[in-house]
């Protein structure tokens, strides 16, 4: 049965997870950064549309074939902290901007590449396997539980994509300065290599 206290808790889950750091959030700041508020926008789409097919896909079934063989979640936990540790090592000199141009290394992350990021996303996995185990309304029709955690969560990623996103936009400004890019560029890797290793152990 789905109750004010059960969704009260539920949106407080979700924006804890969704709005404190993480790989989504760190790399929503970097592209915010290296390009912008709107050519981010793909890549804070992708987010929500990826997690809402995982908690589904979890709450269908996924999340007990990873309790019969944890190994295979294991393996996804280090191919995307062997991502995450990827990325720390490109964002060293990531940051060039050609003041002239107002241009950047790289390109923005693509709806579809966000949407199988969270796949390799050892955060968005906890989130959704957490989300169905402690908030599935059990007394209620099945589709109904599934739809409740699944709708409720862009609720509040929307929120927390457009924040980590927007910072990053502004922090932009400020890129022309080498020393602050320098900084920035240093923090975003130390951030990623932290949550990595966070994951890992």
């Given at each position: 049965?789905?109750?004010?206290?059960?969704?009260?808790?539920?949106?407080?889950?979700?924006f804890v997870m969704f709005m404190t750091p993480g790989p989504n959030n760190i790399m929503?700041?970097?592209?915010?950064?290296k390009f912008g508020f709107k050519k981010t926008i793909p890549h804070m789409i992708g987010i929500p549309l990826g997690h809402v097919t995982q908690i589904a896909?979890?709450?269908f079934g996924l999340g007990k074939f990873f309790q019969m063989y944890p190994d295979i979640q294991n393996?996804?936990?280090?191919?995307?902290?062997?991502y995450l540790f990827y990325l720390a090592y490109k964002m060293f000199g990531s940051?060039?901007?050609k003041t002239n141009e107002d241009k950047l290394s790289g390109r923005p992350m693509k709806m579809y590449e966000s949407i199988l990021f969270q796949y390799l996303n050892p955060k968005a996995w906890v989130a959704s396997m957490t989300a169905v185990t402690v908030f599935f309304p059990n007394q209620e029709n099945f589709i109904v539980g599934v739809l409740f955690l699944t709708l409720s969560a862009p609720l509040l990623e929307v929120i927390a994509v457009t924040t980590w996103a927007g910072f990053g936009a502004t922090i932009r400004v400020f890129i022309s300065n080498n020393k602050i890019k320098k900084f920035i560029e240093i923090l975003m890797a130390i951030l990623l290599i932290l949550t990595s290793a966070f994951i890992l152990i």
């Amino acid at each position: 049965m789905i109750t004010t206290e059960l969704f009260i808790g539920l949106i407080t889950f979700y924006f804890v997870m969704f709005m404190t750091p993480g790989p989504n959030n760190i790399m929503l700041t970097i592209s915010g950064i290296k390009f912008g508020f709107k050519k981010t926008i793909p890549h804070m789409i992708g987010i929500p549309l990826g997690h809402v097919t995982q908690i589904a896909l979890v709450a269908f079934g996924l999340g007990k074939f990873f309790q019969m063989y944890p190994d295979i979640q294991n393996i996804l936990k280090i191919l995307g902290c062997i991502y995450l540790f990827y990325l720390a090592y490109k964002m060293f000199g990531s940051l060039n901007v050609k003041t002239n141009e107002d241009k950047l290394s790289g390109r923005p992350m693509k709806m579809y590449e966000s949407i199988l990021f969270q796949y390799l996303n050892p955060k968005a996995w906890v989130a959704s396997m957490t989300a169905v185990t402690v908030f599935f309304p059990n007394q209620e029709n099945f589709i109904v539980g599934v739809l409740f955690l699944t709708l409720s969560a862009p609720l509040l990623e929307v929120i927390a994509v457009t924040t980590w996103a927007g910072f990053g936009a502004t922090i932009r400004v400020f890129i022309s300065n080498n020393k602050i890019k320098k900084f920035i560029e240093i923090l975003m890797a130390i951030l990623l290599i932290l949550t990595s290793a966070f994951i890992l152990i």
